[in-house]
């Protein structure tokens, strides 16, 4: 195992600012150290963890303890006092999932003690067998993460489920290890640490995706910070129909200069859109329209922010919507350096998905990102990495206010 982490370090991976190998290198070491792992998490991580923990155990607290490995071999191989053995059936009769499992076992051992049918028959067996036998260290491991993670003092026994499950889990591992296809290219781990794959990328875009790998998250881009949840006052009438909510584009970065303005309709209404730059002054209007939808038609500026509002006629009443004091409906412009990225890393991959997603996430794209990161898992269904990124990248599609 590496030396533990510095307090420094402990610092920089709470304030992720580690460079990109240090990253991938200290969560390494912190999957496998309990005293790293603790030192590393907040206070609030923690206590969710452990009430997390409480609540599932105290949910199960009446549901009887399942038979163990040792307890069905011991049953099978008739090693057991009579004590024991009336208590182990006992069990069964109330425990479907127990009694499937000693019907298996049992089942195995009158195969291997039956004469050879065909050729083979009984080496086959026995390797079942074996594979059975390492039932009992992963059970004994996994029980030792649960209690690591959460500092918990509980020992509770594994439901033959359990056993189904790290076979699964296992399956799964499998896969990641061959790599993450993204387009024409592999991104894979190295037996270093290192990921292979992403040598040709730009370097502030290479760190960007090692750390979403590492993190198995999509961060959001400090640029959204004064897009999302800022209350003010906007143009207009200040009273809004009920009936009215707008789709967007709100707290995102659009990738044209000729956005589309998207709402959910009443049955008989018009509607106007007015967008306004930074300093509240109207950039662009539309004519009364009956569709739920305008495109703007003359090109925003690059860069640039801009909010939007939505007037309602309804029976010879105007409403406004979003109305005072409800957030503004904010968006950005692509800028011009993160329009030439995007179209760069297009035409050298136009198969990939993953990296373009990642891309789009860190302009602030939310929207295109969350579809290209859909595709990426599509194309990697049993990766739970890129599973992970296309649930965060959602997320960050619909923040609170």
Partial sequence: MTPHLTEEQVASYRGRSLAAGELIQASQHIAQCEGCRARVATASELYTGVEALRAVLESEAAVPAHLTYNEMAAYVDQRLAEEETEGIERHARECGECAAALGEFETLRREMAAPAKLPGW???????????????????????????????????????????QDARASHQQTQQAAGIRDGKRTIAEAPGGNLTGLDDLPASLRASVERALAAQ?????????????????????????????????????????????????????????????????????????????????????????????????????????????????????????????????????????????????????????????????????????????????????????
């Avoid at 390492?134 to 059970?139: E, L, Q, R, T, V």
């Avoid at 690591?148 to 594994?158: E, K, N, Q, S, Y």
């Avoid at 999302?228 to 707290?251: D, F, N, Q, Y």
């Fill in 122 to 164: 009984r080496e086959r067996v026995s390797e079942i067998w074996r594979e059975m036998s390492a039932w009992k260290a992963g059970i004994a491991l996994a029980g030792v993460a649960a209690c690591a993670t959460f500092m918990l003092m509980v020992v509770r026994r594994p439901a033959p489920e359990a056993i189904r």
């Fill in 217 to 401: 998250q999509v961060e959001a881009p400090a640029e959204l910070a004064d897009l999302w949840g800022k209350r003010g006052v906007l143009l207009g009438s200040p009273t809004a129909s009920p009936g009215v909510e707008l789709v967007g584009p709100m707290g995102v970065v659009e990738e044209t200069q000729r956005p589309t303005m998207r709402w959910k309709p009443i049955a008989g209404a018009e509607y106007r859109v007015s967008i306004y730059n930074g300093h509240f002054e109207e950039v662009a209007t539309s004519p009364w329209i009956r569709e739920p939808e305008w495109q703007v038609a003359n090109p925003l500026a690059r860069g640039a922010r801009y909010s939007w509002q939505l007037s309602v006629r309804e029976k010879g009443v105007e409403f406004t919507a979003p109305a005072p004091p409800a957030p503004e409906a904010r968006f950005r412009v692509l800028s011009a350096a993160g329009e030439a990225e995007i179209n760069q890393l297009k035409a050298n991959d136009p198969g990939g998905h993953l990296v373009l997603g990642l891309e789009y996430a860190r302009f602030g794209a939310l929207d295109e990102a969350a579809g290209e990161l859909q595709q990426a898992q599509e194309q990697n269904p049993d990766s739970s990495v890129v599973a992970a990124l296309a649930r965060s990248a959602a997320r960050l599609r619909n923040p609170k206010p």
